[in-house]
């Protein structure tokens, strides 16, 4: 007897059995019909046997539908997982509760640092990251981040927040400044080199007894290993820049062209997130793929980055005494390819991300003050 005739069996078994226990399809159990005063608080084929307040005669098509399960799986032990088992999944978890779960295409990448890189902390937005994991998708060349930080944004609201990561690249706290300070900056081994060589620029000047020109910037054009991070970090920029300001180097990137989409606003699993996409406006060449050890189908394609920045709702952009340290979350993705961008791709992956539970501290009681009489 063949596999996919015993399932197909199997589910016309499973069929008759709901009809004639008139259990609903899904073996949801019926809650309206109480066992000993308390209704079932669970559904499902547990619940209709746990109660003895169900009917025999839904306990005896329950019963004969289990029967036919282990007959399926004594027959075809293979058969049985294949029907019954959903592709398994590997959970990347942060120590604060912050989870996310993968299939297992997905691999962490280590060693990871926080960011920023060093030699960009003072030129990046004054975020304050406490934890990060880093997972990569070979097949798909995908690159996904998720990571716990402070929360930048107190005081603020949606509509300045969306302001915000729309400004032009550059201005210092917009959505491509973000990828690259923090998600997609350029190897600190190339950034390190810039900064002794900006160190140079400035020795020399001030050997000369002149200040150097606010308009004076020293291009570093880096390197890139041909691995996906720094493929995306190509894409991002092909450098960075050391400017002089009044107290130190400021580090800006070269950045690509990227056409920024509307913001969206996502609600899941009780988390409040703002959605920010920036679509790369370069194809990729024949060469770059050769490079990065990119498929040649992908030749023409552009890089697509996401980025969301999540909490338990409500969004605090307010302090709240009763939700102290909400944990603000993270989540930015890259990926490439030759339809209109990943968006669709980034969703799924975004509605995997979970948070512990916020501790709702007791509301503290006015105090009145009563005058001694």
């Not at 015993?6 to 309206?32: N, T």
């Not at 990251?129 to 060349?141: D, K, P, R």
């Not at 997609?184 to 001030?206: I, N, T, V, W």
Request: hydrophobic fraction near 40%; charge should be negative.
């Amino acid at each position: 007897m063949g596999v996919a005739f015993l399932i197909h069996v199997l589910v016309q078994f499973r069929s008759r059995a709901e009809q004639a226990a008139d259990i609903p399809s899904g073996l949801v159990a019926d809650p309206s019909r109480p066992a000993n005063g308390v209704a079932p608080a669970r559904n499902g084929i547990l619940a209709m046997i746990a109660y003895p307040g169900v009917a025999n005669r839904e306990r005896r098509a329950v019963a004969v539908l289990l029967l036919g399960m282990v007959g399926l799986f004594l027959l075809d032990p293979a058969a049985f997982e294949v029907a019954s088992q959903t592709p398994p999944l590997h959970r990347f978890s942060l120590p604060s509760g912050t989870l996310i779960d993968l299939p297992d295409d997905w691999a962490a990448r280590e060693p990871v640092r926080l960011p920023p890189p060093p030699s960009l902390a003072a030129s990046a937005p004054q975020v304050s990251f406490s934890e990060i994991v880093v997972v990569e998708n070979a097949g798909t060349h995908s690159l996904l981040q998720v990571a716990v930080s402070n929360n930048p944004f107190m005081g603020r609201d949606a509509e300045s927040l969306d302001a915000q990561m729309h400004a032009f690249a550059g201005s210092g706290n917009s959505l491509v400044d973000y990828l690259f300070y923090f998600f997609f900056p350029p190897p600190r081994d190339c950034l390190d080199g810039g900064a002794e060589a900006y160190q140079m620029g400035r020795k020399s000047h001030a050997d000369e007894q002149t200040a150097p020109s606010p308009d004076l910037g020293i291009p570093l054009y880096c390197r890139y290993s041909p691995t996906l991070s720094d493929f995306y970090s190509n894409q991002v920029s092909a450098g960075a820049v050391y400017r002089p300001t009044d107290n130190a180097g400021h580090v800006d990137g070269m950045f690509r062209p990227f056409y920024l989409a509307p913001m969206e606003e996502v609600e899941s699993g009780g988390l409040t997130f703002y959605v920010f996409e920036a679509q790369g406006q370069i194809p990729l060449d024949q060469e770059t793929i050769n490079y990065f050890n990119l498929p040649d189908d992908l030749q023409g394609a552009k890089a697509d980055f996401f980025w969301a920045v999540g909490a338990p709702t409500p969004f605090p952009f307010f302090r709240d005494p009763q939700r102290k340290n909400v944990p603000i979350i993270q989540v930015a993705y890259a990926g490439v390819n030759l339809g209109p961008n990943q968006r669709s791709e980034f969703m799924k992956l975004l509605h995997r991300v979970h948070s512990a539970p916020i501790v709702i501290q007791p509301a503290t009681p006015d105090v009145v003050y009563v005058p001694a009489s």
